[in-house]
């Protein structure tokens, strides 16, 4: 069989597409928004080598700027044990950036007074009422022993939105205690697939995620967690809808998001994106979530499918303040509140938000999103004020409200190179900007 090169894939791609251009935004020459078109085709070159070397099996990637997409790139591999090229239109798992489309939901709902941050989970859950924390200790020969004690407030729900509820995931945290609760539980499911948990209905995720004790303090530090999917199951008891379908009224149609989802249809699955089939960097097997049925619970914290054009007009819709094409689903100050730094100095990280998804400081957490509250200190280009979040199978997206800039990265390729591929993207749009916005 011809080899397809990652070049040549972009160009077969390009004939095939037509689906995600009803849904993109508006188009502008690169130069028209303050773009160089010379230095975004440095994008391109530098993940065509990704994929060429074998690092990567494709990408879609497109910039926004002043609400007009600027660049729009389809590189490689749809599958590439079948050859088969990527479209724009291709069907991605993007796994944690179904935590922005969930935090939206309980916005709107928070917009309409059916709750309130500060409300107590427990109201819409009672099994969180009396919650445990497993506390770790050291005893006289060094070996890390736990005991619990009893939560000292209960969990809010803006703890669940900015990631302080003293929840864990099982494939992150240290806690043993934790950690083999959540497997015992089915929510952490070692050797077989990683942020998994769709198999159970929502009344017994929520029951198993409640009789596992917490790892910290409500309130007391910054731990990323099944506080999503927990999220979720509030939206659902404050809506009355299942979280699919509300979020399909209240934002995926109006954005006209059509793709969006948590399952994809028998007759679109031939566009679902898939991973190589082991980590170039580990040799480990890929395996990423089956989205082929409707799963047993909408999983607020990964469960979601999408496509470029889709996820980009959902950020539009946050950079324009919550509008889009003349659809309001914020207020603008919803979307700041969101935006801002819900944690200052009185809530530690255990890893920092900037460390975690870049591997770099610099970037504080708010309401659903990673925030960056100084233009320095982060070993990356951007704005104060700039808002992000990104997906285990290697999908990124940042908001940039001083430079009016928003990009969606879309590929499938979990494992440790994620944060590199985040950085590389990252530095390729901001060195491509000749008309800044920031004032000298």
Known sequence: MKRITASSVFIIALCTATAAWAQALPRAEPGKVGLSAERLERIEQAFSREIDGGKLPGAVI?????????????????????????????????????????????????????????DPVSKYLPEFAKLQVSVPQLDPYGKVTYSTVPAERPVTVQDLLRHTAGLGYGEI??????????????????????????NLTPEEEVKAIAQVPLIHQPGTRWEYSLASDVLGRVVEKASGMRLADFLKKRVFDPLKMKDTGFSVPQAELARLAEPLAKDPATGADNRLIDVSQVPANDSGGA???????????????????????????LSPTTVKLMASDH??????PVVSPGEQLLGTPGYTFGLGFMVRPEAGIAGVPGSKGEFMWAGYAGTFFWIDPVEDITAVMMTQAPGPSRPYYRKLIKQLVYQAVVDSKTAD
């Not at 069907?91 to 928070?110: C, D, G, N, W």
């Not at 539980?185 to 942020?195: N, T, V």
């Open 303 to 329: 469960g979601a499918v999408s496509t470029a054009a889709d996820y980009l007009r959902f950020t539009q819709m946050l950079l324009n303040g919550g509008e889009l094409d003349g659809v309001r689903i």
């Open 173 to 198: 945290t240290q806690n043993v205690v934790v950690r083999d609760g959540y497997a015992k539980a089915g929510l952490y499911k070692p050797g077989e697939r990683d942020y998994d948990a769709r």
């Open 343 to 348: 944690l200052g100095t009185r809530i530690q």
């Open 62 to 118: 497109m910039v926004a700027r002043d609400g007009q997409l600027a660049y729009t790139k389809t590189i490689g591999f749809r599958d590439k044990d079948a050859n088969a090229p990527l479209a724009e239109d291709s069907i991605f798992r993007i796994y944690s950036m179904t935590k922005p489309l969930v935090s939206v939901a309980a916005m709107i709902l928070m917009e309409e007074g059916r709750l309130q941050l500060p």
